[in-house]
DNA sequence: TAATAAGTTTGCAGGGTCTGCATCTTTGCG
DNA sequence: CGCAAAGATGCAGACCCTGCAAACTTATTA
């Protein structure tokens, strides 16, 4: 939403800034007090807004701590669909993530206390995949559309099973380097991870850090 | 809970027919009017009990959609732990849980109701999922017992990622099953998944009906 | 600049989920 | 029968979430 210009107007600057600091008010309390444990009166209050706006932003109370940008996998849809046909599909998705991960590294801080959140509430991390699910299914049929089906034939299991696992495959970082974190940079551990989904998930040497 | 003659008392009895008559109850209300226009309320007076029991036997409102059955998450553990260490543990949750699908075959017509009440409201794969993410976790251990690391070690990034991925891809089976049922047989779905995840989740064949 | 249109925030009412607690009923067992 | 344990129920209360209408702010047009 620009105006003409293509400037963002004050309208949508504030629109902004009320998202980013629901969201920032909600990890920061979470990560204190625990996820439910944080009413949304408690994170609108902190945020400034009444407590019936933060559902004008958020669907869920869970919503909040998750900080999804739509953008994201619309990005990472149009990858899928351009990178060249050669290119194995799990290696088009792994540089298509990765390439998001940069906020991660740009925003240590609240990333950190998002780590501490999901460690305090693990359902969370389940929820908010679970919130990707619509996600899931828009990726299925970019991964499908890639693989030469048509954008209206239905998907078949393998594109599903792709696009399912992938994002698992992301979870299951998230949880280890949860786990694991500082001592580990995210991406190191999200590139395993799919090095291991690309060999077929054959067990590591029982001295590899992984076992 | 058995009496000491090692026989069900009444009082067993009647605790497992009135959650079976709640979560019939929950299915059959969902199959015609969607699970999230079915309250609480209704699915209880539907069992013949009261508001307030129904949260006696289901932690949430989703739960009671989902059937899940505690035994079979204990006994795939337990086929993970004592399984032959030579084969690949991806063989041996395919096995595990190809087991536990006679369920399925056998009472088919409340499958099918769940069926149908997936493809209204897929959120609750989600949410099923999620009330799975505590077994996913115990299985992870599971896996990480069986590849040798001690019961008290943490858990590493591939038992954790195997453990992931299976519980995903039997989601993403479902999926894929439910959208093709009467047509296929849930066990095929099944196998093929676990199939491409052994191979390395390479593309298959263009003409291949999974593409 | 003034008027109008369009978008946002807010309060309020109301339905629904879920929990803790006290009470009453049923079951298990001597 | 009579007691103790377990389950069922009603109720109060906190919280989530939605629709609606009024108030307010920003954008556009005359």
Redesign the pocket.
């Known amino acids: 939403m620009k105006?003409?210009d293509g400037v963002p107007?004050?309208?949508?600057r504030?629109?902004q800034a009320?998202r980013a600091a629901l969201a920032e008010a909600a990890v920061r309390l979470a990560a204190e007090h625990g996820a439910e444990n944080v009413?949304?009166?408690a994170i609108s209050s902190a945020a400034g807004?009444?407590a019936?706006?933060f559902?004008?932003y958020f669907?869920?109370?869970?919503d909040a701590f998750l900080m999804v940008d739509p953008a994201v996998g619309e990005r990472v849809r149009r990858a899928v669909r351009e990178a060249p046909a050669a290119l194995p599909v799990l290696d088009v998705l792994r540089e298509a993530f990765a390439a998001e991960l940069a906020d991660v590294e740009e925003r240590h801080e609240i990333w950190s206390l998002r780590a501490k959140v999901f460690q305090r509430s693990p359902y969370l991390l389940v929820r908010g995949l679970g919130a990707h699910m619509a996600e899931e299914q828009e990726l299925a049929a970019a991964v499908a559309e890639r693989l030469g089906g048509g954008p209206d034939e239905p998907v078949g299991l393998y594109p599903r099973l792709v696009a399912a696992v992938a994002t698992t495959a992301i979870r299951a970082s998230i949880e280890d380097w949860v786990q694991r974190t500082p001592d580990v940079a995210f991406i190191d551990v999200f590139r395993d991870a799919f090095e291991h989904l690309g060999s077929g998930l054959v067990a590591p040497a029982a001295d590899s850090p992984d076992a």
Do not use: C
């Not at 669907?59 to 869970?62: K, L, V």
């Open positions: 105006n003409k107007g004050l309208r949508e504030k629109k009320t009413t949304v009166e807004v009444s019936r706006t559902f004008n669907d869920s109370h869970d």
